[in-house]
T-cell receptor, first 114, second 111 residues
Framework: DSGVTQTPKHLITATGQRVTLRCSPR?????VYWYQQSLDQGLQFLIQ???????AKGNILERFSAQQFPDLHSELNLSSLELGDSALYFC?????????????FGPGTRLTVL | DAKTTQPNSMESNEEEPVHLPCNHS???????IHWYRQLPSQGPEYVIH???SNVNNRMASLAIAEDRKSSTLILHRATLRDAAVYYC????????????FGGGTRLMVKP
């Protein structure tokens, strides 16, 4: 158990809909990262937050957005969903946002868009 | 992050050592070599990392070539639980803290 929790575990929805994925980092970790894992693209970094502020952006679509709240939990919002958004979404946390410290991954949320 | 090259898959027998290679010929002086693994149906987990010297921890050893253009992750006694995809990742501390995953090596462990 990494100490990172993600909800829900599974999500099934239809094209055009909007969903919110939630992540609680390990106690004391200030940085949260979101990754997407699909069969054709592999594991891809989406976005990083550090202590409530956006720190880095990767291959995140404009239809996707995220935020980190004062209690440090984070939410990833996916809107106007398409079939290709079906994937595993992982959240990770680390103590700081720099220095290459170890990232701890949650169990993931499996999103299926029908 | 600089690119890494790993074999797509490898096979090992249980309780034997496993050497997982990684080539990173374009590594820069500020790149650290990190290894993560992903067990089936789980998120990735940290294994080990190093800069220039060989490193050991409770999970594995990391052997880094003198020119740093390649490295090898060593599992001293493979168990069935070590069956996973192993990712070799270069991280430049100055270029952000995200992980850039490649294809990794799928390790299969035979009983």
């Amino acid at each position: 158990d990494s100490g990172v929790t993600q909800t829900p575990k599974h999500l099934i929805t239809a094209t055009g809909q909007r969903v919110t994925l939630r992540c609680s980092p390990r106690s004391g970790d200030l940085s949260v990262y979101w990754y997407q894992q699909s069969l054709d693209q592999g594991l891809q970094f989406l976005i990083q937050y550090y202590n409530g502020e956006e720190r880095a952006k990767g291959n995140i679509l404009e239809r996707f957005s995220a935020q980190q709240f004062p209690d440090l939990h984070s939410e990833l919002n996916l809107s106007s969903l398409e079939l290709g958004d079906s994937a595993l979404y992982f959240c990770a946390s680390s103590a700081s946002g720099t220095r290459g410290d170890e990232q701890f991954f949650g169990p993931g949320t499996r999103l299926t868009v029908l | 992050d600089a690119k890494t090259t790993q074999p797509n898959s490898m096979e090992s027998n249980e309780e034997e050592p496993v050497h997982l290679p990684c080539n990173h010929s374009t590594i820069s002086g500020t790149d650290y070599i990190h290894w993560y693994r992903q067990l089936p149906s789980q998120g990735p987990e940290y294994v080990i990392h190093g800069l220039t010297s060989n490193v050991n921890n409770r999970m594995a050893s990391l052997a880094i070539a003198e020119d740093r253009k390649s490295s090898t992750l060593i599992l001293h006694r493979a168990t069935l639980r070590d069956a996973a995809v192993y990712y070799c990742i270069l991280r430049d501390f100055n270029a952000g803290n995200m992980l850039t995953f490649g294809g990794g090596t799928r390790l299969m462990v035979k009983p």
